[in-house]
């Protein structure tokens, strides 16, 4: 379970901003991540939820805002909506896909305090 | 778990916009404050690598990560690679395992130098474990990296350790659909081998079709079929190595 080592990513970038901004607590995180990314949303939050007990983000929101997955189809020479990477090209059913929206992993904003 | 639209929900103490999807950015309640942060989750680990591979581009090593489910066969393939390779030139293991030595004790067998990570609950190497196990292999004169990492189709594909390549193992007793259930990890890598082919007569495994479903998921992977029990395959990924190292040390010297 990947999301275990993400979530202790965002708890290392988000301590040290309020950390440099000498903020004394982080009550709320935004993220942004991709549907294409791999990322199970449940896992995220419950990891989420786990690694910032005892830290300066103890007790913070987590919003995810979820990207959708689009690609560029060589065939259709477009670029087009897909929810999955084994999907096909929604316009010529061709799997000549290259992803170029929905990967995203990141941290978007904090609140501080 | 996909398409169900969760975690998107603003709820009391979310604004919303006026129109379209919701903002669904907290509120600032009093004495706080909004930050733009704007920063990959992954980017600690993302600079450790790129340390790994400007280092290894500087002393001539070609870095390979292999990562496949667990049993594909990595370490049988690893210690049949040194054995055919001959030590032509340097070549030096990462194994990652969550517990033991084994691996690394068995490519020790063959000659070649092993170091064992340990990620105790971690699924998956990251470019710090592997910045770290370097310290104690001699890479300084360039040759072959060969990076076993932990048996997961998942979670390894996130993680870039610096390598030149990923490389995907799949065994044919694994069924032919496991690059479109697992896509992340077959569109990150450059080459798919497809192991234990010496099974094929006992199994219905359709090898063109595994292909095909490694294509949709990555239209410009590379495939090859081997076998460490017959042999049969090796001789051309092991053409594939020696190109790679030849092409790593020939840079390093420019
Ligand atoms: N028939 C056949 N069996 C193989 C081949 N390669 C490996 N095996 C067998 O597959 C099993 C697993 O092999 P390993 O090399 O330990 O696999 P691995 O991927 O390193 O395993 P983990 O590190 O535990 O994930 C062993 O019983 C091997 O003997 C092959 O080419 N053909
Ligand atoms: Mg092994
Ligand atoms: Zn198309």
Same mark, same amino acid.
């Not at chain 2, 479109?180 to 569109?187: L, Q, R, S």
């Not at chain 2, 082919?197 to 359709?206: I, N, R, S, T, Y």
């Given at each position: 379970?990947?999301?275990?080592?993400?979530?202790?990513?965002?708890?290392?970038?988000?301590?040290?901003?309020?950390?440099?901004g000498?903020?004394?607590?982080?009550?709320?995180?935004?993220?942004?991540?991709?549907?294409?990314?791999?990322?199970?949303?449940?896992?995220?939050?419950?990891?989420?939820?786990?690694?910032?007990?005892?830290?300066?983000?103890?007790?913070?929101?987590?919003?995810?805002?979820e990207?959708?997955?689009?690609?560029?189809?060589?065939?259709?020479?477009?670029?087009?909506?897909?929810?999955?990477?084994?999907?096909?090209?929604?316009?010529?059913?061709?799997?000549?896909?290259?992803?170029?929206?929905?990967?995203?992993?990141?941290?978007?904003?904090?609140?501080?305090? | 778990m996909?398409?169900?639209?969760?975690?998107? %929900?603003?709820?009391?103490?979310?604004?919303?916009?006026? *129109?379209?999807?919701?903002?669904?950015?907290?509120?600032?309640?009093?004495?706080?404050?909004?930050?733009?942060?704007?920063?990959?989750?992954?980017? @600690?680990?993302?600079?450790?690598?790129?340390?790994?591979?400007?280092?290894?581009?500087?002393?001539?090593?070609?870095?390979?990560?292999?990562? *496949?489910? &667990?049993?594909? %066969?990595?370490?049988?393939?690893?210690?049949?690679?040194?054995? +055919?390779?001959?030590?032509?030139?340097?070549?030096?293991?990462?194994?990652?395992?969550?517990?033991?030595?084994?691996?690394?004790?068995?490519?020790?067998?063959?000659?070649?130098?092993?170091?064992?990570?340990?990620?105790?609950?971690?699924?998956?190497?990251?470019?710090?474990?592997?910045?770290?196990?370097?310290?104690?292999?001699? =890479? @300084?004169?360039?040759?072959?990296?060969?990076?076993?990492?932990?048996?997961?189709?998942?979670?390894?594909?996130?993680?870039?350790?610096?390598?030149?390549?990923?490389?995907?193992?799949?065994?044919?007793?694994?069924?032919?659909?496991?690059p479109?259930?697992? &896509?992340?990890?077959?569109?990150a890598?450059?080459?798919m081998?497809?192991?234990?082919?010496?099974?094929?007569?006992?199994?219905?495994?359709? @090898?063109?079709?595994?292909?095909?479903?490694?294509?949709?998921?990555?239209? *410009?992977?590379?495939?090859? +079929?081997?076998?460490s029990? *017959?042999?049969?395959?090796?001789?051309?990924?092991?053409?594939? =190595?020696?190109? %790679?190292?030849?092409?790593?040390?020939?840079g390093?010297?420019?």
């Open positions: 379970m990947h999301e275990m080592s993400l979530a202790e990513g965002v708890l290392d970038l988000v301590s040290e901003q309020a950390r440099a000498g903020y004394a607590r982080v009550t709320g995180v935004w993220l942004e991540i991709g549907r294409l990314s791999g990322v199970e949303i449940e896992a995220m939050r419950f990891c989420f939820d786990a690694v910032v007990r005892g830290s300066v983000a103890e007790g913070a929101s987590l919003e995810i805002d990207t959708p997955g689009s690609a560029w189809c060589l065939a259709c020479a477009a670029s087009v909506t897909i929810g999955h990477r084994a999907d096909p090209c929604p316009r010529c059913g061709g799997w000549q896909l290259r992803p170029n929206g929905g990967t995203e992993m990141r941290v978007r904003e904090i609140e501080v305090e | 996909q398409g169900q639209g969760h975690g998107t %929900g603003g709820g009391a103490g979310y604004r919303r916009a006026e *129109s379209g999807t919701p903002d669904t950015r907290p509120v600032p309640t009093q004495g706080s404050r909004r930050l733009a942060v704007e920063r990959e989750i992954l980017a @600690a680990n993302n600079s450790h690598a790129a340390r790994n591979r400007e280092r290894w581009r500087g002393q001539g090593v070609f870095a390979v990560n292999l990562v *496949s489910s &667990p049993g594909s %066969g990595k370490t049988t393939l690893l210690v049949e690679t040194i054995r +055919r390779l001959g030590f032509v030139f340097p070549v030096a293991v990462i194994e990652g395992d969550q517990q033991t030595s084994r691996d690394a004790e068995r490519i020790r067998a063959t000659g070649a130098p092993a170091v064992q990570i340990n990620t105790g609950k971690g699924c998956h190497l990251d470019a710090s474990m592997v910045e770290r196990a370097c310290a104690s292999l001699d =890479l @300084a004169g360039g040759g072959l990296l060969l990076v076993e990492n932990v048996g997961n189709l998942v979670c390894p594909a996130e993680f870039d350790l610096g390598e030149a390549h990923k490389v995907v193992i799949l065994s044919v007793t694994e069924g032919e659909d496991k479109i259930k697992y &896509p992340n990890i077959f569109a890598s450059d080459l081998l497809l192991t234990k082919v010496d099974l094929l007569p006992h199994l219905v495994f359709d @090898a063109d079709g595994c292909l095909d479903y490694a294509r949709r998921v990555n239209p *410009s992977i590379e495939a090859m +079929r081997v076998s029990t *017959s042999g049969e395959g090796l001789d051309r990924w092991i053409a594939w =190595l020696a190109r %790679g190292v030849e092409a790593a040390r020939e390093a010297r420019r």
